[in-house]
C-alpha cells in the first residue's frame, strides 16, 4: 500500500457510541465463513430478516454480490482473495462504525485474513461463525454448479477442490449445517447473537 503523507483523517463530533445510542443496539460484525455450499448466504438472509423484524438496523454483505460491484475487478487468485476480503473488511467496519449490525457472508479461505477482520473491526464487535459443512455434502449440494465445473477444470482456484480452506481453529460459534437444518441454524445464530446486540 502505497503511504500518502497528504492524507489527513477527518474527526467528526459524532461518535460510534452516539450511533449506538440512536439505534439503541450495538454495531458488530457477524463474519460468516464456510465453504461454498455450507449454507452461508441461505443462513445470512434467514438471520438479517429475523434481526429486520425485531427492529434492528441490520445490512447482509455476500460474496457474490460484492463481486459484481465493488470488487468486480478482481478475480480468484490468492492476491485478488485476499484484496476482496480486504476491501470487504474495510466496508464492514464502517458499517459497525455507523452502528449497524453486519452479516458478512464469504468463504474467505485464508486464516490470516479472518484475523485481519477481527483485529481492524475490534473482538468485542467481531464475531467469526464457521459455518461447518464436509466437502462431501457441498459437493452434494453444489447450488451453482461450481464443483462440477472446478472438478471437471472449467474453474480454476476454487475453494476445497484446488484451492485450500484454512477451518477456523477457535469460532466464536459452530453451525454445523451438515446436522443442522436452516431454521436450526439461524436459531442457534440468534440466541447467540441477541445480548450482544443489547445497548445499555
Known amino acids: ?13 459524532v461518535s460510534y457510541l452516539d450511533r449506538c445510542r440512536l439505534l439503541n443496539q450495538n454495531g458488530l460484525v457477524l463474519w460468516m465463513t464456510g465453504l461454498s455450499g455450507s449454507g452461508k448466504s441461505t443462513i445470512a438472509v434467514n438471520v438479517e430478516k429475523r434481526l429486520f423484524d425485531k427492529n434492528k438496523a441490520v445490512y447482509r454483505l455476500d460474496g457474490d454480490n460484492i463481486r459484481t460491484g465493488l470488487n468486480s ?24 462504525d455507523a452502528g449497524i449490525i453486519t452479516i458478512v457472508s464469504f468463504i474467505s479461505p485464508y486464516k490470516k485474513m479472518r484475523e485481519q477482520a477481527k483485529l481492524k473491526i475490534g473482538a468485542g464487535c467481531f464475531f467469526e461463525i464457521y459455518i461447518k459443512a464436509s466437502l462431501e455434502i457441498c459437493k452434494k449440494r453444489d447450488p451453482k454448479g461450481l464443483y462440477k465445473k472446478a472438478i471437471n477444470k472449467k474453474i480454476s482456484n476454487f475453494t476445497g477442490i484446488t484451492d485450500i480452506y484454512e477451518e477456523p481453529e ?9 446436522l ?3 431454521n436450526e441454524s439461524v436459531e442457534k445464530i440468534m440466541e447467540f447473537i441477541l445480548d450482544k446486540i443489547k445497548f445499555s
Open 1 to 13: 500500500m502505497k503511504e500518502n503523507r497528504n492524507i489527513h483523517v477527518s474527526e467528526g463530533f
Open 180 to 182: 443442522l437444518s436452516v
Open 73 to 96: 475487478d478482481l478475480g480468484f487468485t490468492e492476491n485478488d482473495r485476499n484484496e476482496n476480503i480486504r476491501r470487504v473488511i474495510e466496508a464492514a467496519k464502517l458499517f459497525k
Open 170 to 178: 477457535e469460532p466464536d460459534l459452530i453451525i454445523d449445517t451438515d
